[in-house]
């Protein structure tokens, strides 16, 4: 793919963040004043480093000969056939090595912090796809790695836990609060700053203090750079509706992109509706949220009356976060990203229906993507085309599909 893949032009979608890290009146650098130093001098080596064409040639080799890019633009014959209605296709990041998009933000920021002289990598994860990212390109580029994970999330994904450390990554189990994903954050950031001099923190989503909503966004960029060309070649046009699971919203902002200036083009992030909207039984932030401060950002963040942030359920543990990305609240803000959900329910129905109809097992994350895409298509007409974005493979939720869906796999 082109080497203009990181560079900022003129058109509006380049617009956001402001040199604040501002997405309108989202986003930000809500952080105290420890954290100022690093993430100043992160915006610093970033900038210098997207403008270097030496930096962008090793990103794009990267992406292919270690990632696996470019992924897929899969043709959806048989789920098409099944509703009748829009021509229904998939962007294949399933595919990519380690098993979903991930990967394409752990290679740019690890090429950053190999640029910036660090020696050692710290990463946050949940359920443990990030983890895995980051501990697969520290062993490629020989740094130390040190994986933040709450003591449940490794009960739950002790496989993922096992992965890391074979890649010699250090997983440490955090046991404070709730015991997840937003324990490991506060830890990792609390270890960033006591040991800024040579660690960079590689944050996994498109969430936090300004840069990483804007970095992140911009590595996970060649998703829709890919697609365009590939739904251009396929149908001659451009597809009507692109649809993509958002947790932080890293993959959902990557496959929308470079359709941002295509009005035509109509884009939905799907979050996770849980058990329905109640409070503690979803992640959808903007069904339920407010406006608040979690994190290093200002964005939509599930709270009580207190501001006290909210319990989040959902059966995919990637989309189970209580905030979501600023750039996706500056879209939903202005209208152009149109937000929806789906339940627990309608995601293990669409995960069996791929699985049965087209031989592909999808992550519960990408699941959710994939109910909404197919009602949008079954009510769409058959000249329309709805493009799904297909985060990552499934193969690290079987177990827990299998119990969700009261199978009980004896080994
Ligand atoms: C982590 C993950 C997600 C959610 O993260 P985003 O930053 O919102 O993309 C979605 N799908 C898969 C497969 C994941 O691993």
Redesign the pocket.
């Known amino acids: 793919m082109s080497a203009s893949s990181l560079i900022p032009t003129k058109e509006p979608r380049f617009q956001v963040p402001d040199v604040r890290g501002r997405f309108g009146q989202f986003g930000g650098m809500y952080v105290p004043e420890t954290l100022m130093t690093p993430l100043l001098e992160l915006s610093k080596a970033y900038a210098e480093a997207r403008r270097d064409p030496a930096f962008q040639n090793d990103f794009t080799n990267m992406l292919r000969d270690f990632a696996g890019r470019p992924t897929g633009l899969y043709f959806a014959e048989s789920l098409t056939k099944h509703f009748g209605g829009a021509r229904i296709y998939l962007k294949r990041e399933d595919m990519l090595h380690t098993g979903?998009?991930?990967i394409n933000n752990a290679v740019g920021q690890a090429l950053l912090a190999v640029r910036m002289g660090k020696k050692r990598i710290i990463a946050e994860t949940g359920a443990g796809?990030?983890g895995v990212a980051t501990a697969a390109v520290c062993a490629k580029f020989g740094l130390k790695c040190v994986i933040y994970m709450g003591a449940e999330d490794m009960e739950r994904q002790a496989l993922n836990v096992y992965r890391m450390r074979l890649m010699g990554a250090e997983v440490r189990g955090v046991e404070a609060g709730q015991r997840t994903l937003k324990e490991a954050v506060n830890e990792a950031m609390r270890d960033w700053v006591t040991n800024v001099r040579d660690t960079h923190y590689i944050l996994g989503?498109?969430y936090g203090a300004h840069p990483y909503p804007m970095m992140v966004r911009d590595f996970h960029r060649i998703i829709s750079m890919e697609s365009k060309q590939q739904m251009l070649r396929a149908e001659n046009k451009l597809p009507d509706h692109v649809v993509a699971?958002?947790?932080?919203?890293?993959?959902?902002i990557g496959s929308f992109f470079e359709y941002l200036d295509e009005p035509e083009v109509e884009l939905i992030g799907v979050e996770a509706g849980g058990r329905g909207i109640v409070e503690g039984q979803h992640a959808a932030r903007f069904a339920g949220g407010r406006l608040g401060v979690l994190q290093g950002c200002l964005t939509h963040i599930l709270q009580n009356s207190e501001g006290q942030i909210e319990g989040t359920h959902s059966v995919s543990a990637?989309?189970d976060y209580a905030a979501v990305g600023p750039e996706h609240a500056y879209y939903h803000e202005r209208g152009r990203i149109k937000f929806a959900y789906a339940t627990d329910e309608e995601c293990l129905d669409a995960f069996k229906l791929l699985s049965s109809k087209e031989g592909i097992i999808p992550?519960l994350?990408?699941s959710h993507a994939l109910a909404y895409g197919c009602k949008l298509a079954s009510d769409s007409p058959r000249t329309s085309t709805v493009l799904i974005n297909l985060?990552?493979r499934g193969d690290k939720d079987v177990w827990s599909a299998a119990r969700a869906m009261g199978v009980e796999i004896k080994l």
């Open positions: 979903a998009h991930k796809q990030h989503t498109a699971c958002v947790g932080g919203g890293s993959n959902a990637g989309l992550a994350e990408s985060s990552g």
